[in-house]
């Protein structure tokens, strides 16, 4: 009897996945598969169906897409830096020190996120640009400033702007998850604030700065708005150049070899970056 119930909970389960399996195969895993062999095609052809080659790959490393892949990874790692610094501190407030503050900010931020993304970036270029509402306001106090937009400073401003709240819920979800009295009883055997925060608090927080950290980094190396929209496109990052390749150059083959290159040169740097970590002891599946 008992092995029949376990019989029909697997048949169950199995039948449960399949809209699932199935959404995956074909949202995902399908379309994912059409980029990574139109990759193989002839330059400037529509056709999956030709004799693959490896042409697109030898433009890419006969040209220079190396700068824009290298904007894209150092925009990206700059952003996960600065938003760590920012986020932090605001996590640990609004975690362990607020109560109904952490509430409204809450709200506050998560509404941001109902404005499209580029609407609320040329909020920005009416503030910086030349007269906006940052020149205007210098101006009338006699300070002339020319416009503050297009260059790297204020894209990396954007997209720290933008994806905040992609670092900021994570990690307050991991700090909320230290118990305080780990804290508590550090404290009564002596240990100064800084050795808690060092020893108990920041260790044990770690999945909440991971989780950011990977959301952050992924979502900003395949940024395309911030650089267009605040930098004028001084920068051109990979997404930009994988984009013209789709639309203006007609090119797909060549827009998906690169599409295909860059997936796998950013699931490399991540997982590199979490070979660097124990994850079953940091998700408190493995302890001392």
């Given at each position: 009897?008992?092995e029949?119930?376990a019989?029909?909970a697997?048949r169950?389960g199995r039948l449960?996945?399949?809209?699932?399996v199935?959404?995956?195969f074909?949202?995902?895993v399908?379309?994912?598969?059409?980029?990574v062999?139109?990759?193989?095609?002839?330059?400037k052809?529509?056709?999956l169906?030709?004799?693959?080659t490896?042409?697109?790959y030898?433009?890419i490393?006969?040209?220079t897409?190396?700068?824009?892949v290298?904007?894209s990874l150092g925009?990206?790692g700059?952003?996960?830096m600065?938003?760590?610094?920012?986020c932090y501190?605001?996590?640990?407030?609004?975690?362990?020190?607020?109560?109904?503050?952490?509430t409204?900010?809450?709200?506050a931020?998560?509404?941001?996120?109902?404005?499209?993304?580029n609407?609320?970036?040329?909020?920005?270029?009416?503030?910086?640009?030349k007269?906006?509402?940052?020149?205007?306001?210098l101006?009338?106090?006699?300070?002339e400033?020319?416009?503050?937009?297009?260059n790297?400073?204020?894209?990396?401003l954007?997209?720290?702007?933008v994806?905040?709240?992609f670092?900021?819920?994570?990690?307050?979800?991991g700090?909320k998850?230290?118990?305080?009295q780990?804290?508590?009883?550090?404290?009564?055997?002596g240990?100064?604030r800084?050795?808690?925060?060092r020893?108990?608090?920041?260790?044990?927080?770690l999945p909440?700065v991971?989780?950011?950290?990977?959301?952050v980094?992924i979502?900003?190396?395949g940024?395309?708005?911030e650089?267009?929209?605040?930098?004028?496109q001084k920068?051109v990052?990979?997404?930009?150049?994988?984009?013209s390749?789709f639309?203006?150059?007609?090119?797909?083959p060549?827009?998906?070899a690169l599409?295909?290159l860059?997936i796998?040169?950013t699931?490399?740097v991540v997982f590199?970056?979490?070979?660097?970590?124990?994850l079953?002891?940091?998700?408190g599946?493995?302890?001392?």
């Amino acid at each position: 009897m008992s092995e029949k119930l376990a019989n029909y909970a697997e048949r169950l389960g199995r039948l449960s996945a399949a809209p699932f399996v199935l959404l995956m195969f074909f949202g995902f895993v399908a379309p994912l598969a059409c980029v990574v062999w139109f990759g193989f095609m002839p330059a400037k052809t529509f056709d999956l169906w030709q004799a693959p080659t490896l042409a697109n790959y030898q433009t890419i490393v006969e040209q220079t897409y190396f700068k824009s892949v290298g904007w894209s990874l150092g925009l990206a790692g700059l952003t996960v830096m600065l938003l760590l610094v920012v986020c932090y501190p605001l996590a640990y407030a609004m975690a362990k020190v607020m109560s109904s503050g952490a509430t409204v900010i809450t709200y506050a931020i998560a509404t941001s996120l109902f404005v499209s993304e580029n609407i609320r970036l040329f909020g920005w270029v009416i503030g910086l640009m030349k007269n906006g509402v940052v020149g205007g306001t210098l101006k009338l106090l006699g300070f002339e400033v020319n416009s503050l937009l297009y260059n790297v400073p204020v894209i990396v401003l954007g997209m720290v702007y933008v994806y905040l709240p992609f670092m900021l819920f994570p990690l307050t979800l991991g700090i909320k998850m230290v118990p305080d009295q780990l804290a508590e009883a550090a404290f009564d055997m002596g240990a100064t604030r800084w050795q808690v925060f060092r020893k108990v608090t920041l260790p044990l927080s770690l999945p909440g700065v991971l989780i950011g950290s990977l959301l952050v980094f992924i979502l900003s190396a395949g940024a395309i708005a911030e650089a267009k929209i605040l930098g004028g496109q001084k920068v051109v990052t990979i997404a930009a150049d994988i984009e013209s390749e789709f639309t203006y150059a007609q090119n797909w083959p060549l827009g998906s070899a690169l599409s295909t290159l860059f997936i796998a040169l950013t699931t490399l740097v991540v997982f590199l970056a979490l070979s660097r970590f124990d994850l079953e002891r940091l998700l408190g599946r493995k302890r001392d």
